[in-house]
């Protein structure tokens, strides 16, 4: 178990307004309605969530860096567990012609407006019950999503991770290692439900016998 970070230079591409997402006004409003998952979380006005989630390409170098340190081959069963639009998913595809995919995303909308080539390999579901068998897939990850659960529920995923799972896996999540990153990601939040340093949640992977690998996101 070891932290990698793969989502740096993505991350750093997108411009943050850290005080207006956190005004009072609406910010419990904005958090109800992100929490549905549905079209204004994903494509509707910026204060909701993402403000239009649309393939851009964005995600190809960071296909590129995972499938080389994994050394995904043509073959192996990768899963994608919160994978949205599952632009990811296709990029792994056509990086690796042959690797066979799924995704998992508590959003049927999301599911829904996917890439065409990839979602008839998606499931919208809830990512502590799996519906997959023990061993099921290669290599296994989860990017933003984790910090979205309660801790209940955090745990259950965690192990379901690890179930489904032969060993390679990654998870990323949202964290902070100072109080003005912990100010901006409380600021800027709008679903999550779990916050730690990055050691608690090094504690927490060990403590539900984790064993794959870890990346944070900060709001610097």
């Known amino acids: 178990m070891r932290e990698i970070n793969f989502l740096e230079a993505y991350h750093r591409q997108a411009r943050r307004n850290y005080l207006e997402r956190a005004q009072p006004s609406d910010k419990s409003e904005c958090a109800a309605v992100a929490k549905q998952w549905g079209f204004d979380y994903w494509d509707g006005d910026r204060r909701y969530g993402y403000g239009g989630y649309h393939y851009d390409g964005r995600w190809k170098p960071v296909a590129e860096a995972m499938a080389q340190h994994y050394g995904l081959r043509p073959g192996e069963k990768v899963l994608d567990i919160g994978c949205g639009k599952a632009y990811l998913l296709y990029e792994f595809r056509q990086l690796v012609p042959g690797l066979e995919v799924a995704g998992l995303d508590i959003s049927t909308y999301a599911v829904a407006q996917a890439k065409p080539e990839v979602r008839s390999f998606l ?54 290692r100072t109080e003005r990153e912990k100010a901006n990601l409380l600021a800027w939040q709008l679903t999550c439900e779990s916050f730690f340093r990055p050691e608690g949640w090094v504690f927490l992977f060990r403590e539900w016998n984790y064993v794959g690998d870890y990346g944070f996101i900060y709001f610097e």
Request: proline share 4%.
């Open 123 to 176: 499931r919208a579901g809830d990512c502590s019950a799996l519906p997959w068998p023990d061993r099921s897939f290669d290599f296994v990850y989860s990017i933003n999503t984790f910090h979205n659960l309660t801790i209940e529920r955090l745990k259950l995923a965690v192990q379901e991770m690890q179930r489904v799972g032969t060993g390679r896996g990654w998870i990323c999540v949202e964290s902070y």
